[in-house]
């Protein structure tokens, strides 16, 4: 079975720009949750999303937003890119609604770096 | 607030030598806790959870934790590393929201392996 799926894979943006990132999960999973790792850190979490509903946001601003379609698939979108948004940002997915003990399985990444 | 410390940013371990890497936490409720380990342009790949039960877990690839409550910490050892161990380390807590779960993780131990 594939695993989680992101695209792109690198992406270079300057400051002020929009930009979509894109996830697939594993076949079958529901939930879909976002997290932003800068480099030399633990990864940060942006949203869940399950069933189509947001079910979590962490501490980001607004400029951050995300959606996630009948098909389970997700976007993260962030307006008005900063330079401090330059980030590996991973997408997880997991098998069964969004308890604690739902194993999350983390795709590879997208890389953004913004100049 | 909930929290994951990871004490040593880096250690370096002979090939055949054992391996504990530390990671303490603060969570008011009984918690999950997971490692995760990193390969260099990777995403996550989840070695081991703790739920409840047992407190000494055993994972993938040879690795092993031990939750002990009274001192908050559940440290990540293995008997005998492989060069191919060498690789970013993540302690994190399943963190409950109102409708959903995050991970939050700490800032990580990064492993290299000497011959």
């Known amino acids: 079975d594939a695993g989680v799926t992101q695209s792109p894979t690198h992406l270079i943006k300057t400051r002020g720009q929009h930009v979509t990132l894109r996830c697939s999960p594993i076949?079958?999973?529901?939930?879909v949750s976002w997290y932003q790792q800068v480099l030399g850190q633990g990864p940060q979490f942006i949203f869940q999303?399950?069933?189509?509903?947001?079910?979590g946001r962490g501490n980001f601003p607004d400029r951050f937003s995300a959606r996630q379609f009948p098909n389970y698939s997700s976007e993260l979108n962030v307006n008005a890119l900063l330079l401090g948004d330059s980030a590996l940002y991973l997408c997880?997915?997991?098998?069964?609604?969004?308890?604690?003990?739902?194993?999350?399985?983390f795709g590879p990444g997208t890389r953004l770096t913004v100049l | 607030a909930q929290s994951v410390t990871q004490p040593d940013i880096h250690i370096t371990v002979s090939e055949g030598a054992s391996l504990e890497l530390r990671c303490n936490y603060s969570?008011?409720?009984?918690?999950?806790l997971f490692w995760y380990v990193q390969s260099p342009g990777q995403g996550l790949q989840l070695l081991l959870k703790?739920?409840?039960?047992?407190?000494l877990v055993q994972g993938i690839k040879g690795f092993e934790a031990e939750f002990k409550r009274s001192q908050s910490s559940f440290n990540l050892r293995k008997p005998s590393v492989h060069w191919s161990d060498a690789a970013e380390y993540f302690c994190?807590?399943?963190?409950?929201?109102?409708?959903?779960?995050?991970?939050?993780f700490g800032k990580g131990t990064t492993l290299s392996v000497s011959s």
């Open positions: 997880a997915s997991s098998n069964s609604g969004t308890g604690p003990y739902n194993e999350q399985f």
């Open positions: 999303y399950y069933e189509k509903e947001e079910r």
């Open positions: 994190a807590v399943g963190s409950l929201l109102q409708a959903g779960t995050a991970l939050i």
């Open positions: 076949s079958g999973h529901k939930s």
């Open positions: 703790y739920f409840s039960g047992d407190t």
């Open positions: 969570y008011g409720a009984t918690p999950y």
